[in-house]
T-cell receptor, first 113, second 111 residues
Framework: GAGVSQSPSNKVTEKGKDVELRCDPI?????LYWYRQRLGQGLEFLIY????????KSGLPSDRFSAERTGESVSTLTIQRTQQEDSAVYLC???????????FGDGTRLSIL | RKEVEQDPGPFNVPEGATVAFNCTYS??????FFWYRQDCRKEPKLLMS???SGNEDGRFTAQLNRASQYISLLIRDSKLSDSATYLC????????????FGQGTELSVKP
């Protein structure tokens, strides 16, 4: 497909486990963003990639959160030692450049038991 | 205080009604402004950008007042299919394009 693809769609895991969330941006989009949306809230910015580097990580809530991007394509968001407050929908977006419209994936719904 | 604040909602209106959404932003570095629509359990989708001169797209009119740091969205002749959450979004100049979202206002249009 031509859109932003995220996997898995849903993830249920036990508190304390590590999780990896994947984002496949639209081909050719150099900018990639991760956001988090808690129930009933707006989206919160987590991290921005331009190419494979992350000039803005200011939204990552703790050192349990990390992300990487390789090949100017796929990005992985990793949450270590998950906590219940990490339960949210994690959304990825990509754009042709930092000031271009962002296209969102369907998100990964993460539930921590 | 959140950087982008919206009416708490929800708004419940009959079909055909006119409904207005209000939004304020606190950071004067905000450079670009948008309204996004989010359907239940779906990703946000860009509804329209907001320009200083005001802009219209069919039944939707968006306005921006930079002096008051205020953004609005007006929906005329509302349809059942307009039911969704409307998100006010700003972007700062030269900060990599990250979007800053309000918490959203839920709209329910009833027959």
């Amino acid at each position: 497909g031509a859109g932003v693809s995220q996997s898995p769609s849903n993830k249920v895991t036990e508190k304390g486990k590590d999780v990896e969330l994947r984002c496949d941006p639209i081909s050719g989009h150099t900018a990639l963003y991760w956001y988090r949306q808690r129930l009933g809230q707006g989206l919160e910015f987590l991290i921005y990639f331009q190419g494979n580097s992350a000039p803005d990580k200011s939204g990552l809530p703790s050192d349990r959160f990390s992300a990487e991007r390789t090949g100017e394509s796929v990005s992985t968001l990793t949450i270590q030692r998950t906590q219940q407050e990490d339960s949210a929908v994690y959304l990825c977006a990509s754009s042709l450049g930092p000031d271009q419209p962002q296209h969102f994936g369907d998100g990964t719904r993460l539930s921590i038991l | 205080r959140k950087e982008v604040e919206q009416d708490p909602g929800p708004f419940n209106v009959p079909e055909g009604a006119t409904v207005a959404f209000n939004c304020t932003y606190s950071n004067s570095a905000s450079q670009s402004f948008f309204w996004y629509r989010q359907d239940c359990r779906k990703e946000p989708k860009l509804l329209m950008s907001v320009y200083s001169s005001g802009n219209e797209d069919g039944r939707f009119t968006a306005q921006l007042n930079r002096a008051s740091q205020y953004i609005s969205l007006l929906i005329r002749d509302s349809k059942l299919s307009d039911s969704a959450t409307y998100l006010c979004v700003v972007r700062h100049y030269n900060q990599g394009g990250k979007l800053i979202f309000g918490q959203g206002t839920e709209l329910s249009v009833k027959p």
